[in-house]
């Protein structure tokens, strides 16, 4: 092969890599709510109709207090779609559908508590709280291996147990890789991304999103913009330290009023507002989709029987049935998946 031949095989494979790298697919993702039934076919072509390309599946456990270590999980009370037998039937329905499954196993506190208070109160008792939460883990991490399960998350929200345990998260982590080969992530709270000191053992860092932006009713697409410039500054440069891309493993807002000041909030009696859940999906969007370094993300959140789900008067974080269902599908859709 001459000299000028090579050049041209070289600039061509250079070429094309561009290009690839200027496509490369994100999680263009939707946070399935377990139910107290197995979703069926058309279950799963609703979230397809999304062109979603992954799910995250949340099985629960269940602690009666923050600061006690009891923590039960796949029990015969709780609803089928938070178990095991559940999970793993969800999982082969996405699969078949070719749909990626991020595991996300979730503790739930009595009464609602957040989990990020989650704290012992004695040595005894965080040794044991471990323990549980150990058992916990590996118990789903062999489900997900299992039924290779694309990725699992090791934590959602934890903020205290991951600040004051360290050397157990790291642990952990080890016992994890033994039993699951996929890619592991952790979901931090938006406050509190910072704390973790395991990041680097895990394949990419994982936020949930709920960043507060704007004190308005409905603020416009271009303040929200403004506001998220130097949120987008900080997790770049975040992400540039450790080498890993970023996942906003939730994300979403209310259809209501002032639904960007305190994003995390689900539980406030607020007016219907549409424009807000368009206007702040719509920045977020802009503001992260093509940035090589973020990879993408999960839609708090999709309910099975999607024909009763959300509506045009409802005011919680799901776009079912609203506008923005509309305007999310078209934005995946220009983010064509892993179909």
């Known amino acids: 092969m001459s000299y000028r031949s090579v050049f041209i095989v070289i600039l061509f494979m250079s070429f094309h890599m561009t ?11 939707l946070s399935f709510v377990a139910s107290n039934k197995i979703p069926n076919t058309k279950d799963v072509l609703s979230v397809k109709n999304m062109h979603a390309n992954w799910v995250a599946l ?24 938070e178990t095991a037998e559940g999970i793993q039937l969800t999982s082969d329905l996405f699969h078949q559908h070719h749909i990626k499954r991020m595991l996300k196993p979730q503790i739930w506190v009595k009464k609602g508590v957040f989990t990020g208070f989650i704290e012992m109160k004695s040595e005894r008792d965080w040794k044991s709280f471990e323990q549980n939460y150990r058992d916990f883990l590996v118990f789903y991490a062999n489900l997900a291996e299992k039924e290779s399960i694309d990725m699992l998350c090791i934590g959602t929200e934890l903020k205290l ?4 345990r360290p050397i157990f998260w790291e642990q952990l982590i080890i016992e994890i890789k033994k ?23 895990l394949d990419c ?16 697409v271009n303040e929200l913009l403004r506001k998220w410039l130097p949120v987008k500054n900080e997790l770049k440069s975040f992400s540039k330290k450790h080498q890993k891309k970023i996942i906003f493993t939730e994300y979403g807002y209310r259809s209501a009023d002032y639904s960007t000041k305190e ?11 549409p424009t807000a859940q368009i206007n702040a999906l719509k920045a977020l969007y802009t503001t992260f989709w093509d940035e090589q370094w ?18 045009l008067n409802h005011h919680g974080y799901t776009v079912q049935n609203k506008n923005s269902e509309h305007f ?9 998946s892993y179909e």
């Open 294 to 311: 973020f990879e993408g993300g999960f839609l708090w959140k999709w309910f099975d029987k999607h024909e009763t789900s959300g509506g």
């Open 205 to 220: 860092i994982g936020i949930d999103a709920y960043f507060p932006l704007s004190t308005k009713q409905t603020p416009e």
């Open 263 to 273: 994003p995390w909030v689900s539980d406030t009696p607020s007016p219907h507002n």
């Open 19 to 29: 290009g690839q790298q200027k496509n490369i697919l994100k999680i263009n993702g």
């Open 58 to 81: 949340m099985p629960f456990g269940f602690m009666p207090s923050a600061t006690k270590p009891d923590l039960s999980f796949n029990n015969k009370w709780q609803w089928k779609g």
């Open 328 to 336: 999310v599908r078209e934005f995946y859709k220009s983010n064509q």
């Open 161 to 164: 147990f991951v600040k004051h």
């Open 179 to 201: 039993v699951y080969k996929g890619q592991l992530t952790y979901a931090a709270n938006w406050d509190s991304y910072k704390t973790p000191t395991f990041w680097d053992a």
